[in-house]
């Protein structure tokens, strides 16, 4: 599906990838670009420069993504691109708070799915539709150091796949991005899934690694005005499943099979 003319909505995008997935979408030609954010401050700034539609909201609740689409409906008719990239960061293993567990749940699984409630129905009747939500390397490989967020990433992946089979041959296109590392220092990943400098962060991942098992962690975060930020907005665009197929996203066995499945359904 091509953006231009298209009515796009993005979660998390008061900073980092989703903001610079907003303005990608803005400067190609998207009829309309909605960004959504619990940061109504920072979301308001990107909004008013791309010249999109600022709703903000918990995106972990499903009355507020209800609200996103419905004002994103009111102001340009309909969504054609619905992009779920909200993200938190919460460390710890089973040892994790009910809470770090409930919000990562909540932000990266239930968002994804309140949003494809509300919206398969109508993209059904008109044959067409595009949904893609943010998971990580996380989501594909053992992500050590957070359990909550490894496993709902996990889940984020499994949810795009059963999307994609699900009504793939009813014109709904799904697609999941996974990140491996990118330079998004302000936001959540930067201030609190990675207190410490990364490559100590590497390190004690490879200790923890001892069985040599494959983990996400295998690369230098790539800063996000780099390379990467073409090639974020070029797989939101062209229905690709992995941001860069061409480097492998981990350095255990044969990660690459499972990512070769995964683009078979995208
Ligand atoms: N940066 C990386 O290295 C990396 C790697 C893999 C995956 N990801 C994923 O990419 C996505 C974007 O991450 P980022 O690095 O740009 O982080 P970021 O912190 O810069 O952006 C995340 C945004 O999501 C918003 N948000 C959080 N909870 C929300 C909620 N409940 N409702 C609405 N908005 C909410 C935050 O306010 C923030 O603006 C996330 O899903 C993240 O897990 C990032």
Redesign the pocket.
């Known amino acids: 599906m091509k953006v231009k003319g298209k009515v796009c909505v993005v ?9 610079a997935i907003a303005r990608r979408y803005a400067k190609e030609g998207a009829k309309g670009v909605v960004v ?4 109504q401050g ?1 979301l308001d700034k990107v909004a008013k420069d791309i010249g999109g539609l600022a709703v903000s ?4 609740q499903e009355g507020q993504v209800k609200r996103l689409i419905e004002e994103a409906e009111k102001k340009y008719g309909q969504v054609d691109v619905f992009f779920s ?5 919460r460390g710890g293993h089973e040892d994790a708070t009910n809470k770090d567990w409930a919000d990562s749940w ?3 699984v239930m ?1 994804h799915v309140y949003a494809a409630r509300a919206l398969v129905p109508k993209m059904l009747a008109r044959g067409e539709g595009y949904l893609l939500n ?5 989501g594909l490989l053992a992500s050590m150091g957070s359990a909550p ?1 490894g496993v709902t ?1 996990h889940a984020g992946v499994a949810l795009a796949e059963h999307l994609s089979i699900q009504y793939g041959d009813r014109g709904i296109r799904v697609s999941v ?8 220092s ?5 201030a609190q899934a990675r207190p410490r400098p990364l490559a100590a962060r590497h390190a004690a991942a490879a200790r923890q690694d001892r069985r040599g098992a494959a983990t996400a962690l295998g690369r230098r ?1 790539e800063p ?1 005005r780099g390379n990467c930020t073409a090639k974020i907005p070029r797989v939101a665009r062209d229905d690709t499943s992995i941001v860069d197929p061409q480097h492998p996203i981990s350095n255990g066995p044969d990660p690459m099979q499972r990512l070769k499945t995964l683009r078979l359904i995208a």
Do not use: F, W
């Open positions: 979660t998390g995008a008061a900073g980092g990838i989703g903001e959504a954010d619990m940061d920072r909201g918990d995106v972990g990239n909200a993200g938190i960061g909540a932000i990266h968002a943010t998971a990580s390397a996380a967020y990433k991005l996974c990140p491996q590392a990118v330079d998004t302000e936001g959540v990943h930067g975060p996000l």
